[in-house]
């Protein structure tokens, strides 16, 4: 079965640091991976996603995710935070099946 | 373009009465459907998915079921709720008959207190 860790309950960063937010991942066969944005009381955005080639992919708001095949890893990374990116972020995964698998989240808070 | 509805936004309903919770897609056919709880802003428990009309796999035993009536519509149903279903509950699809990446789409969730 698949699963998804996120390791850090929160991160914190200052505003124009560069920001990482990690996720591992366990899966059978090739994964899909994606991250997900949520605002308080508010429903998931979609940020990026990998499915195939280039390790880098970008997404929305600036964000990017680096695909690590032989570390089972799919970090999060921008390279200035803004105290707008506060929230917290969703790792997932999902494997050939239909199943979409979330980490537990991880809150990321950017001080001015 | 696609859409998806999740109503209600909020919801109290005292122990042991019923819960139906409601969620539909627009603008698609077929979607993969799921239902997701979030327990205190953190992480998403998967509750159930369905690939197709009357198909649903449950991921988690519990007080809830769903159902799939029509192809864009998912429910959450109860027959008589707990304290500890008090929860936020979000519905999400995805695109079917794409190659396998799609990402999933979600509603705006639905507060549910349990008094």
């Known amino acids: 079965a698949q699963s998804v860790a996120q390791p850090e309950d929160q991160v914190n960063v200052a505003e124009g640091n560069p920001l990482t937010v990690k996720c591992t991942y366990s899966?059978?066969?090739?994964?899909?991976l994606f991250w997900y944005v949520q605002y308080p009381n508010r429903g998931l955005q979609f940020l990026l996603k990998y499915i195939t080639g280039d390790n880098l992919v970008k997404g929305s708001y600036g964000f990017e995710a680096e695909f690590n095949k032989s570390q089972t890893s799919f970090h999060l990374k921008k390279p200035s935070a803004l105290v707008s990116d506060s929230a917290l972020y969703f790792c997932a995964v999902r494997d050939n099946t239909d199943k979409l698998i979330f980490g537990t989240g991880t809150r990321l808070q950017v001080f001015p | 373009s696609q859409t998806i509805h999740q109503w209600p936004a909020t919801l109290v309903q005292p122990v042991g009465s019923p819960l139906s919770l409601e969620c539909t897609v627009e603008g698609t056919s077929n979607p993969n459907l799921y239902w997701y709880r979030q327990a205190a802003g953190r992480g998403l428990q998967l509750l159930f998915y369905s690939v197709g009309i009357g198909q649903i796999s449950s991921e988690v035993p519990q007080n809830l079921s769903a159902s799939r009536p029509q192809d864009r519509q998912f429910i959450l149903s109860s027959k008589k709720l707990l304290l500890s279903d008090s929860s936020f509950y979000l519905c999400?699809?995805?695109?079917?008959?794409?190659?396998?990446?799609?990402?999933?789409?979600f509603g705006q969730g639905t507060r549910l207190t349990v008094v």
């Open positions: 899966v059978s066969g090739n994964p899909y």
């Open positions: 999400a699809w995805r695109p079917t008959g794409l190659p396998g990446g799609t990402e999933a789409f």
